[in-house]
């Protein structure tokens, strides 16, 4: 057999392992974020008296998704570290791991009218953990991808990076659209809302065995070997923030927009629709479900194309429309809300998003060496994820409340995506360059 196509296939079956595995990760982490409306109403007291007791749950539950994303930074330099001193595998071995126990947590979960104030504190513990796992899948997971990825295919291969995330969001939304359509409400209510977490965690030996069968790649191996031979050292994570520091700040900044868009645009989608634009559940996870099948379709595209044309003119570019269409777009759906008006602005934001996540994992993987790449993204991901997007949703929802502007969520998104934009001016493009060391 050619060796060259020996290896190119390789490639392609870790591509996919990595890609698949990301997927099953990050719909765990996300899955609490579509059932927000439901574990609302079982995990946090009812006052009927309250003509507000519906948005106070709302925002109660939004503040315990939240929490999670204070675990994230540890988590992230954590695993970053590992990942960069013991493999990529290794690293994503143990995410997986550590998240399973999570899910487990949250599907067990008893609900407030079985013990009483114990069950929100027992979903706290459980989002704690996932924030600690979830924390090192991107640095490490991206990584991988970036260095398996053949000379002047960076761009294409890091595009499923983000890729996987949006088809997390799918599966996650498509589960919630089967659970709204098989089950009545009163089952619901009682174990159904069970199911979507009961999935992720049956998937989990899946994910464990694509991962246990992911290949280092030959840059990690060429590292580790340097290091053993004393022709290179490890770096330790204050060093790396001082050798580093441009590189991280730039990071953070990027990541502000990335993540607001998944944890407003997306994830809060359905939330929004329900509670504030008094739209149907089952017509607000279709909507999502075709935002997030569209980008994965098409992010893959435009990474590919970054590598002919360079990542720093596509995300300059994608930012601005970004910024251009969000306002009108809001106002307009918010003027007369209907499903239609709901589908037609997601799909349109979802074209600029997709632009930018199709190179957003390359770039920030481009920000740093091999021996702080798993620790150096970690560390400028989970930072930024934590003050932006983990209290993303009760921030909005509480400016919902106290504006009563249904055009928060416009607003803050705008706000994120000004700050990668600035970022983004600051990137130094090697799209160019054969090989990334």
């Known amino acids: 057999m050619d060796p060259a196509l020996t290896k190119q296939t390789v490639s392609t079956r870790n591509i996919v392992a990595a890609v698949i595995g990301n997927a099953l990760e990050w719909y765990d982490f996300l899955v609490f974020a579509f059932m927000t409306p439901i574990v609302a109403k079982l995990f946090f007291p009812s006052n009927p008296d309250n003509p507000d007791d ?38 994503m071995v143990m995410v997986t791991g550590l998240m399973a126990v999570a899910i487990a947590l949250i599907t067990l979960a008893p609900t407030y009218a079985a013990v009483g104030i114990l069950a929100p504190l027992f979903i706290v513990l459980a989002r704690l953990l996932q924030g600690f796992a979830a924390g090192g899948e991107f640095g490490t997971s991206t990584a991988l991808l970036i260095e398996l990825a053949p000379p002047g295919k960076r761009g294409f291969y890091g595009s499923w990076q983000m890729a996987g995330q949006m088809l997390a969001l799918l599966i996650g939304a498509a589960t919630g659209t089967l659970i709204t359509e098989i089950f009545t409400e009163e089952e619901l209510m009682a174990w159904a809302w069970r199911v979507p977490f009961a999935v992720g965690l049956l998937i989990v030996p899946v994910a464990l065995y694509i991962r246990r069968h992911v290949e280092e790649p030959e840059v990690f191996k060429e590292m580790q070997a340097a290091q053993a031979s004393g022709k290179a050292r490890q770096i330790g994570i204050m060093e790396m923030l001082r050798t580093h520091a441009r590189e991280t700040l730039v990071g ?28 149907p559940m089952r017509d607000a996870f279709m909507v999502q479900m075709a935002g997030a099948a569209l980008m994965v379709v098409i992010m893959p595209f435009f990474g590919a194309l970054s590598d002919r044309v360079g990542r720093r003119m596509l995300t300059i570019g994608s930012l601005i429309g970004y910024l251009v269409v969000l306002y009108p777009l809001y106002a307009w759906l918010t003027d007369g809300p209907t499903v239609q008006k709901l589908l037609i602005t997601q799909l349109v934001v979802c074209v600029f998003v997709a632009v930018f996540f199709g190179v957003f994992s390359t770039v920030m993987a481009e920000l740093f060496p091999p021996q702080v790449r798993s620790a150096g993204m970690s560390m400028a991901y989970n930072v930024a994820v934590m003050i932006f997007g983990g209290f993303a949703q009760f921030i909005v929802t509480w400016l919902i409340r106290s504006t009563g502007s249904p055009m928060a969520p416009a607003f803050y998104v705008m706000f994120g995506v000004t700050l990668g934009l600035l970022a983004a001016f600051f990137i130094k493009d090697r799209a160019m360059e054969r090989n990334l060391r």
């Open 54 to 91: 519906n948005i106070n749950r709302i925002l109660m539950t939004t503040a315990v998704f939240g929490v999670g994303f204070f675990m994230r930074p540890v988590g992230g330099v954590l695993l970053g570290l590992y990942g960069d001193r013991k493999g990529r595998k290794a690293a």
């Open 252 to 279: 953070m900044g990027l990541v502000v927009t990335a993540t607001v868009s998944i944890y407003i645009t997306f994830t809060y989608l359905v939330t929004y629709a329900t509670v504030t634009l008094k739209l």
